[in-house]
């Protein structure tokens, strides 16, 4: 009998078929799976971020643009509607939505908004949409943001003081 490393001797661990330790052949492969991991984590993460980050920049378009519309109709009536459009157009141009069109913008008069008294409503509404999701969820593939402004008929004009 031989002692010491014979190959007739006890192992310690799991052993192949090809009497190859197990642990052996699968060395460096959780690294591979980990780096992985990660990497589609981190692709998640950023589509995550994206979307955020665009969703606040459409909401923050859709109230300057609802602002700006209603202050336009107040000061110009409802003959101004083309340029409260053009100022919807206009807002999300700066928030980087080059594609925003005139359908975005609601606006309606409560009272007699032309007379001197009243109140315009403007609300614009738009949908944002998600890249990537698309593809595999058509339904969910947008998010809409839509912001509301209420303004008085003569809020802004000077009434003749000292």
């Known amino acids: 009998m031989v002692r010491g490393g014979g190959t007739g001797g006890p192992r310690c661990g799991p052993v192949s078929r ?4 197990a642990h052996g052949r699968e060395r460096g492969d959780a690294i591979v799976e980990f780096v992985a991991f990660c ?21 923050f378009a859709a109230e300057a643009a609802a602002r700006d519309a209603a202050r336009v109709l107040m000061l110009g009536g409802p ?48 949908p944002v949409e998600i890249p990537l999701v698309g593809a595999f969820l058509p339904s969910a593939a947008r998010i809409d943001v839509s912001a509301h402004y209420a303004v008085l008929v003569g809020q802004y004009e000077s009434r003749g003081g000292p």
Not at 46 to 59: G, K, N, S
Not at 94 to 118: K, R
Request: proline share 4%; net charge negative.
């Open 39 to 59: 990497a589609v984590l981190l692709v998640a993460l950023v589509q995550l971020i994206y979307t955020l980050a665009r969703v606040e920049a459409a909401q």
């Open 79 to 126: 003959a101004a509607l083309p340029v409260a459009h053009r100022v919807v157009e206009t807002a999300f141009a700066d928030h980087g939505f080059a594609e925003a069109g005139p359908q975005l913008l609601t606006v309606e008069c409560v009272q007699a908004c032309g007379q001197g008294s009243g109140q315009f409503r403007a609300t614009v509404r738009y």
């Open 18 to 21: 090809a009497g190859v330790p």
